[in-house]
């Protein structure tokens, strides 16, 4: 997909997504005037708005419908809410569509930086739509040198500022994740794309916190936060499993569905003295050994 493309989807995403309904006199009005119409076109053709509407469809699931008296508009906005992935997408997509628009305000508007994964987005995409393998050369941070090799992508995931990918690669029994960062070159394969017919990528990792992937069954967590730390939890919950099952004056334990993995570990050990891990004992114990070893540091 080519990139100039990929932005013209932004911008007729967002902009039908702003407005909820709008003519098509009013789409070419508004991509005259738009900063992203690098070409300088008076208006948008009516066979190319087509062919958008049809890849934006394939590319992303989002379909864009006509009402007679009302305009265009994306029909299946009530599935978007409901998915949080294209949810993200929307949200991303239309603050970036603001940012170009906006240029003056980019001194007062502050970001976290992403690492260039971002530069291999588009070429893994087309690969999983196109149903392709890919050749990977990859270097891990603990690898003294890079290797090349083909991988089966399955999908990829955004944690931490950083895309990961998931991909079944040869010689290993469970698929591997590879951060796009780490990558340093990307070719798309003839060979077919191998993949399990009910993979789902939201219940592959619906048991998991982060990117770690692992074959331990998932357990239930118990965590005992401090009242002044509660609200945090509950607007932006560590995972979709977390629930209430007590609340006091001093405190409230979450519970959780999931495998305690290094990342979930990572995360308990960031909130410091605020929370309490109380089961299982097997993570709570761990827990107390990676405290122990940071006090000694400063001992």
Known sequence: MAKNYFDRYIWLIDTINRYGHISFSDISRLWARSPLNKLGENYLPERTFHNHRQAILDTFGIEIKCDRSLGYYIANGEDLEDDGIRQWMLNSLSLSNMMIECRDLRDRILFEEIP??????????????????????????????????????????????????????????????????????????????????????????????????????????????????????????????????????????????????????????????????????SFRDQIREDAKAMLARYE
């Not at 040198?145 to 991909?167: D, G, M, N, S």
Request: with cysteine; hydrophobic share 35%.
């Open 116 to 281: 260039s994964s971002q530069h291999w987005l588009t070429a893994i995409v087309g690969a999983i739509k196109d149903r392709k393998t890919i050749e990977i050369t990859y270097q891990g941070f603990n690898s003294p040198e890079p290797t090349t090799f083909e991988v089966h992508p399955w999908c990829l995931k955004l944690f931490r500022q950083r895309w990961y990918i998931l991909a079944q690669s040869e010689g290993f029994t469970i698929p591997r994740i590879y951060a796009l960062d780490r990558i340093g070159a990307v070719k798309e394969k003839k060979n077919p794309l191998k993949i399990p017919k009910k993979f789902k990528a939201d219940a592959f990792f619906s048991h998991f916190f982060g990117i770690t992937v692992d074959e331990r069954m998932p357990e239930t967590i118990r965590l005992k936060v401090d009242a002044g730390q509660v609200g945090f939890y509950k607007s932006l919950p560590l995972h979709s499993s977390q629930k209430e099952i007590e609340a006091t004056d001093k405190y409230t334990i979450f519970e959780y569905r999931l495998v305690p993995t290094y990342d979930f570990e990572q995360e308990i050990l960031s909130k410091g003295p605020t929370v309490e891990v109380l089961a299982p004992a």
